[in-house]
Nanobody
Framework: QVQFVESGGGLVQPGGSLRLSCAVSGINFRLYDMVWYRQAPGKQRELVAQITSNGLSTNYLDSVKGRFTISKDNPKNTIYLQMNSLKPEDTAVYYC??????????WGQGTQVTVSS
């Protein structure tokens, strides 16, 4: 089974920063594009950021461009999401995944990010 373990969330004031991590097991990690999703209460899950298998190309949701940075550490089987200038509308549970999910892919527990004064 492919497993994803997210961490690094918390409560932060508007304008603050957090760095999320996601440890991945069960796949040859370096071969896969990876993504971060988020889901706010009462809303559908949305794609926040994507990174290619070699880490050289990234894409972002328009509302986070210039504030969030996705990165990939292949030797550590881990992806990161550096989030700066956080806004209340960034409040959500954040999940990581392969960009193209397989039948063996589980969902992690996610990590809660709350932006509030």
């Amino acid at each position: 089974q492919v497993q994803f373990v997210e961490s690094g969330g918390g409560l932060v004031q508007p304008g603050g920063s957090l760095r999320l991590s996601c440890a991945v097991s069960g796949i040859n990690f370096r071969l896969y594009d990876m993504v971060w999703y988020r889901q706010a209460p009462g809303k559908q899950r949305e794609l926040v950021a994507q990174i290619t298998s070699n880490g050289l190309s990234t894409n972002y949701l328009d509302s986070v461009k210039g504030r969030f940075t996705i990165s990939k550490d292949n030797p550590k089987n881990t992806i990161y999401l550096q989030m700066n200038s956080l806004k209340p509308e960034d409040t959500a549970v954040y999940y990581c995944s392969r960009a193209v999910r397989g039948s063996r892919d589980s969902w992690g527990q996610g990590t809660q990010v709350t932006v509030s004064s």
